[in-house]
């Protein structure tokens, strides 16, 4: 049996194995849906139209509802179906250095490779291993951008990762981080929401009882969104503390390494700041699950002037010129922003300066090569 055919076997396969691993992971997405659905029949007729007697009761209770529960579809939708922030591809090493890499053993000479890589496309990148080297992800082989991490589920490195959800079938990760959070605040509002406007028709089952159908709805759906609720109290609060922190999950469990060493509140600007980071600088946008956040998921502010001496504009632009730092290392990075360049700091944060990302990277500004490192893939 030729390679050819042997290989088509093969793949014949693995065909009907990847499209299970497919339909298995949309199981939890169906099962959240189906909940969703049999919560709207329960509410809007078994309670709402069929229990409550009051006209003004059930017209308040389900404009109130349809509103919450629109929010929280539409941040659900967007959660699962944007895309994953992909790292751009300066990132990737070129074919004839790629093949350079591998050859070599000596992490001397990958070292240099990946230096002089970042230095001619000019790439922003601070973060680094715990040995001080450049960080390098060895399946999309590439140079990690800051705060990116490689996702196995995915298959690929994910800017700003947080965490892979099931829940969502999705990565969690810059480009839909404040749809996450945005779904599990108006998820825990849906859930508080039915739980308190069904209370007393619960109380009423134990005391008088309800007749039909309808008793079993409302017992069922005040002790599922109880119980959902409570559950969704501590995660909600738990991302709600990363945002003000500016921190990722990845980074509280492994604190982001720079040159200077290792630092848990690297990026963190103050809350404010990083709060528009994170849901952007329009306030009329910041509850709408829209694509707001700041900067481009490559390029972040910083509590400390690196080394290397880099001003950052709102986006990383691989054709921009190369000019000299304007840090002053006072507790955060100078920006360099246009009359028109909020996309990372904000209104709030506007500093005189060039336009565009400005930031130097000559031979004397790029770290020797040292023997005494070897080089850590991650």
Same mark, same amino acid.
């Given at each position: 049996?030729?390679?050819?055919?042997?290989?088509n076997?093969?793949?014949?396969?693995?065909?009907?194995?990847?499209?299970?691993?497919?339909?298995?992971?949309?199981?939890?997405?169906?099962?959240?849906?189906s909940?969703?659905?049999?919560?709207?029949?329960?509410?809007?007729?078994e309670?709402?139209?069929?229990?409550?007697?009051?006209?003004?009761e059930?017209?308040?209770?389900?404009?109130?509802?349809?509103?919450?529960?629109?929010?929280?579809?539409?941040?659900?939708?967007?959660?699962?179906?944007?895309?994953?922030?992909?790292?751009?591809? +300066?990132?990737?090493?070129? +074919?004839?250095d790629?093949?350079?890499?591998?050859?070599?053993?000596?992490?001397?000479?990958?070292?240099?490779?990946l230096?002089? @890589?970042?230095?001619?496309?000019?790439?922003?990148?601070?973060?680094?291993?715990?040995?001080?080297?450049?960080?390098?992800?060895?399946?999309?082989?590439?140079?990690?951008?800051?705060?990116?991490? @490689?996702?196995?589920?995915?298959?690929?490195?994910?800017?700003?990762?947080?965490?892979?959800?099931?829940?969502?079938?999705?990565?969690?990760?810059?480009?839909?981080?404040?749809?996450?959070? $945005?779904?599990?605040?108006?998820?825990?509002?849906?859930?508080?929401?039915?739980?308190?406007?069904?209370?007393k028709?619960?109380?009423?089952?134990?005391?008088?009882? $309800?007749?039909?159908?309808?008793?079993? @709805?409302?017992?069922?759906?005040?002790?599922?969104?109880?119980?959902?609720?409570?559950?969704?109290?501590?995660?909600?609060?738990?991302?709600?503390y $990363?945002?003000?922190r500016?921190?990722?999950?990845?980074?509280?469990?492994?604190?982001?390494?720079?040159?200077?060493?290792?630092?848990?509140?690297?990026?963190?600007m103050?809350?404010?700041?990083?709060?528009?980071?994170?849901?952007?600088?329009?306030?009329?946008?910041?509850?709408?699950?829209?694509?707001?956040?700041?900067?481009?998921?490559?390029?972040?502010?910083?509590?400390?002037?690196?080394?290397?001496?880099?001003?950052?504009?709102?986006?990383?632009?691989?054709?921009?010129?190369?000019?000299?730092?304007?840090?002053?290392?006072?507790?955060?990075?100078?920006?360099?922003?246009?009359?028109?360049?909020?996309?990372?700091?904000?209104?709030?944060?506007?500093?005189?300066?060039?336009?565009?990302?400005?930031?130097?990277?000559?031979?004397?500004?790029?770290?020797?090569?040292?023997?005494?490192?070897?080089?850590?893939?991650?």
């Open positions: 049996m030729t390679n050819s055919v042997m290989t076997v093969v793949d014949m396969g693995r065909k009907p194995c990847s499209i299970c691993i497919c339909i298995t992971k949309w199981i939890p997405v169906i099962f959240i849906l909940v969703v659905g049999w919560s709207y029949y329960a509410y809007v007729l309670l709402c139209i069929y229990t409550v007697e009051s006209y003004v059930k017209t308040i209770y389900l404009i109130f509802y349809h509103v919450i529960l629109v929010l929280f579809i539409w941040s659900y939708y967007q959660t699962v179906m944007t895309p994953i922030s992909r790292v751009p591809k +300066q990132f990737r090493l070129s +074919q004839p790629q093949a350079r890499f591998e050859a070599t053993e000596e992490s001397r000479l990958q070292l240099q490779l230096d002089r @890589h970042v230095a001619e496309h000019q790439l922003p990148v601070h973060n680094r291993t715990l040995a001080g080297a450049m960080r390098y992800c060895d399946k999309c082989r590439l140079v990690k951008p800051d705060r990116s991490h @490689h996702c196995s589920v995915c298959g690929e490195c994910v800017l700003k990762m947080d965490h892979h959800c099931p829940w969502v079938n999705n990565c969690i990760g810059f480009s839909n981080y404040k749809f996450f959070v $945005l779904f599990l605040g108006y998820a825990f509002a849906y859930c508080i929401y039915i739980a308190l406007t069904s209370l028709y619960f109380i009423g089952f134990w005391r008088d009882g $309800l007749e039909g159908m309808a008793r079993f @709805h409302i017992l069922f759906l005040f002790f599922v969104a109880a119980m959902f609720g409570i559950s969704l109290i501590s995660l909600f609060s738990y991302h709600c $990363l945002v003000l500016n921190q990722s999950t990845l980074e509280t469990f492994r604190p982001p390494v720079f040159q200077s060493g290792p630092d848990k509140r690297g990026f963190s103050g809350r404010y700041n990083n709060f528009c980071d994170v849901f952007g600088d329009t306030k009329l946008k910041w509850f709408l699950p829209l694509a707001t956040s700041l900067g481009d998921g490559v390029v972040f502010p910083m509590r400390h002037q690196p080394p290397s001496s880099v001003s950052y504009g709102s986006t990383y632009d691989p054709t921009a010129t190369p000019s000299t730092s304007l840090g002053d290392g006072a507790g955060r990075t100078r920006q360099s922003l246009g009359p028109d360049s909020d996309g990372l700091m904000g209104p709030k944060r506007r500093l005189d300066g060039d336009p565009g990302l400005a930031f130097s990277n000559s031979s004397s500004d790029m770290p020797e090569a040292r023997s005494d490192v070897r080089l850590i893939v991650e």
